[in-house]
């Protein structure tokens, strides 16, 4: 349920609903809104995922030398007390752990392989590049594999790439990295250290009247879209269907846009187009063409966001789960996308913001219809200061309370209504993600999705697939998903198989980051395209279509 405080009563709103959302609503600039989503910060995000340990404490043997052998271990074993906790094991010098620890192992990131029949469990790799092998009681064996796997599980936030502010151009490329997604674009030089976007905005414009074309957070304001229609660059023709089309003079006024932000000579710069996984390689040339030809840049290459989110947690082999408007699941295999794996559907953030607003509508006594730009940005913004996904659904409807939302903070103008009361509808507008059915969708749930994904990769890499799943996308934001993810994973892999699901605190901008990494390589300038092999690559790309 959720519902409007206001300073008047229910049954006096006669028609003051309609002209406050059509009136004050409408001919509100909400650039305060607009920026609060644009902002762009490089404190690391606090995380609500919990760490799923599982503590264990005992005596384990040892060996009391270097040797490596089976043979030679039966005979060189020596004794010591050891307790997981907090992702490290920490061994001590007396039969108990009533002391200060003698020793401390860093466990995140280390492999654990079992061998039952020897009872022997091998710790190897992680921060530290350790190797150590211990040696258990059979009736403890599972329980010593387990604690020791979720505490490799830990995350550790340095090991992933840690965006850099005040960082300076590079010193030796000129490139532009530029994204185009369905939500936002963001644009900027490379930097020496990977750093965030120095322009970024929405994707979206509007057409006016007079055959001009704004973009980005000027096309909301009230003089440019209540004479014009709203466009986006890159269009789903249907939102159930993956066909697309592109404004080319929409894309090109947001490329112009970057460039002006970043106060770049094109001539003078190479560009590395990051593009959204669905967009049809059809399209690939005509967005080549522009670039090249229309805005001018020395060279360009294009990549897929999911093949780059990688890059951004520092790791080759991962499944990435990119979740925006749309989601799509990409097993990568040492660098190598897994083409028959990968899953895109058209849903994603869209229904959960659709969910919410439904619910919305029915209870604010139509004073919000959640239909128009501005009114979408609202919606937004309550669906990303409330919303979450529940651990456990059912007992989350019977004891979750009321939480209060204000738009005080963006300016409101004189008798609009302001404040929200929400309830269960904050999390259940979410468990349509594992539960579709909830959204009125005959589909299978994320975290089947995955599963499938992974299944379909091949069987060598399966177990390190599972170990290794990425989130990134504005939807990845939600508190919970991660956990949500990892908990519906476990229900449906074998036993003997760890999940687990890592989120960086700058999955927001994923994309982008993984992209400088690409554009810093010295490979990259050999992978663009110039005007000059422009033909050449256009007729090879038209090849591969059929």
Request: aromatic share 8%; glycine share 6%; charged share 25%.
């Amino acid at each position: 349920m959720i519902g409007l405080c206001g300073s008047e009563p229910r049954n006096s709103l006669g028609d003051r609903p309609k002209r406050l959302s059509l009136v004050l609503l409408e001919n509100k600039n909400h650039r305060f809104l607009i920026h609060w989503f644009l902002q762009v910060s490089y404190e690391p995000r606090v995380e609500t995922k919990r760490n799923r340990f599982v503590s264990m404490e005992g005596h384990v043997d040892v060996p009391s030398d270097e040797t490596s052998s089976v043979a030679e271990l039966e005979r060189h074993w020596k004794q010591l007390y050891m307790r997981t906790k907090e992702g490290r094991l920490q061994i001590f010098v007396s039969h108990c752990a009533d002391e200060a620890p003698a020793e401390e192992i860093v466990l995140s990131g280390v492999d654990v392989d079992a061998n039952r029949e020897e009872r022997t469990l091998t710790i190897h790799g992680g921060r530290d590049h350790i190797r150590m092998t211990l040696r258990v009681q059979s009736n403890v064996f599972d329980k010593w594999r387990h604690s020791l796997l979720s505490h490799a599980a830990s995350s550790q936030i340095d090991a992933y790439v840690k965006p850099i502010p005040k960082t300076f151009q590079h010193l030796t490329e000129r490139v532009v990295v530029l994204e185009i997604g369905s939500c936002s674009i963001r644009g900027g030089v490379l930097t020496t250290e990977p750093s965030l976007p120095q322009s970024f905005f929405p994707s979206i414009a509007v057409r006016t009247d007079d055959g001009r074309i704004v973009v980005g957070e000027d096309a909301y304001a009230p003089e440019i879209r209540h004479h014009g229609e709203f466009v986006r660059p890159i269009q789903a023709l249907d939102p159930n269907v993956e066909r697309y089309t592109i404004d080319r003079e929409v894309v090109k006024e947001c490329i112009k846009k970057v460039i002006k932000d970043i106060n770049i000579n094109p001539a003078q710069y190479k560009v590395l187009l990051s593009i959204p996984q669905n967009i049809p390689i059809a399209l690939i040339g005509e967005l080549l063409t522009l670039v090249l030809k229309e805005i001018g840049f020395q060279g360009a290459a294009i990549t897929r966001q999911p093949s780059l989110i990688l890059y951004a947690y520092d790791v080759t082999t991962g499944v990435v789960v990119d979740i925006g408007d749309r989601l799509n699941i990409v097993p990568v295999i040492d660098g190598y996308v897994v083409e028959s794996a990968i899953c895109s559907i058209p849903y994603g953030a869209t229904q959960v913001r659709e969910a919410l607003r439904t619910t919305l509508c029915s209870n604010n006594k139509g004073l919000y219809s959640f239909q128009s730009p501005i009114e979408k940005l609202i919606l937004r913004y309550v669906l990303e200061q409330t919303s979450y996904v529940p651990d456990d659904y059912a007992q989350e409807e019977k004891t979750s309370k009321e939480v209060n939302i204000s738009l005080d903070r963006f300016d409101p103008l004189p008798g609009m209504p302001t404040k929200f009361s929400i309830d269960n509808s904050r999390f259940l507008c979410t468990e349509g993600l594992f539960r579709p059915k909830k959204w009125g969708l005959d589909t299978k749930g994320l975290h089947q999705l995955v599963h499938e994904a992974v299944q379909m990769s091949p069987i060598d890499s399966r177990r390190t697939l599972y170990r290794n799943i990425y989130l990134a996308g504005g939807a990845s934001l939600m508190p919970g998903l991660a956990e949500k993810l990892e908990q519906e994973l476990a229900l449906i892999v074998p036993n003997s198989i760890h999940t687990q699901v890592h989120i960086s605190p700058w999955r927001y901008n994923a994309a982008y980051l993984g992209a400088q990494i690409v554009a810093s390589a010295s490979t990259f300038s050999d992978s663009c395209v110039s005007l000059e092999n422009l033909p050449t690559f256009l007729s090879n790309l038209q090849s591969s279509c059929f």
